[in-house]
């Protein structure tokens, strides 16, 4: 009886130093982690206050949407409107290879004007269409698809396209070009986007 509980207190032992480093391993992992997220964001935060708005907007819009810390969002914003003409520009990267920032900036925000917007948003999402159509064009390999591709873009299309949607601009004919545009054939493509069941939902219920 007595080697048998000398044996287990052992055991007991064991068990007790293992689950000690575990909670000490964990805890460092926590620090490290935290610390590292702390560093990005202050990296973050430099980025935004040195960006100069007047020429390099589009730099910070990906900040600006509501996926960001808090902290990053409203520095993000604060600085887009410190241009005079940000809701111009934010209409001039519509139209540019760069929509699906000025989309990650609408999906989250409002704007002084919507009325600005509501053709110009028509036309991001052409825009955004033909950018889809050409990342599956280049494609060259099976790995250069998975489900989530275009999921970010397809989803901030759609929350920006019902933030004016009814102000007399019909979004369907551009979000079906969208949707044709996921179809675009590649040798390459044997799965299924996540992102168009979402997108079939919302041609479905603005037909």
């Excluded at 808090?70 to 139209?95: F, G, S, Y």
């Amino acid at each position: 009886v007595l080697v048998t509980a000398i044996g287990l207190l052992g055991v007991a032992a064991g068990i007790v130093s293992l689950v000690s480093e575990n909670i000490r391993n964990n805890t460092a992992s926590v620090k490290e982690i935290t610390e590292r997220e702390d560093t990005n964001h202050q990296r973050i935060l430099k980025e935004i206050d040195s960006c100069d708005v007047m020429v390099n907007m589009h730099h910070i819009l990906v900040f600006t949407g509501d996926n960001q810390p808090p902290q990053i969002r409203e520095k993000a914003v604060a600085k887009v409107k410190t241009n005079p003409n940000w809701q111009q520009e934010l209409i001039r990267v519509l139209d540019s290879d760069l929509a699906e920032e000025a989309f990650q900036f609408l999906a989250s925000n409002p704007v002084d004007d919507p009325s600005l917007f509501t053709e110009p948003v028509r036309k991001g999402v052409l825009k955004q269409a033909a950018l889809i159509r050409e990342r599956i064009q280049r494609s060259s390999h099976p790995s250069h698809f998975y489900p989530g591709i275009f999921s970010w873009e397809v989803e901030r299309v759609i929350r920006s396209v019902d933030r004016f949607k009814g102000k007399g601009t019909d979004y369907l004919p551009a979000m079906k070009e969208l949707r044709a545009a996921l179809d675009e054939p590649s040798e390459y493509k044997q799965i299924s986007f996540a992102c168009i069941p979402p997108l079939d939902k919302w041609i479905k219920a603005n037909q």
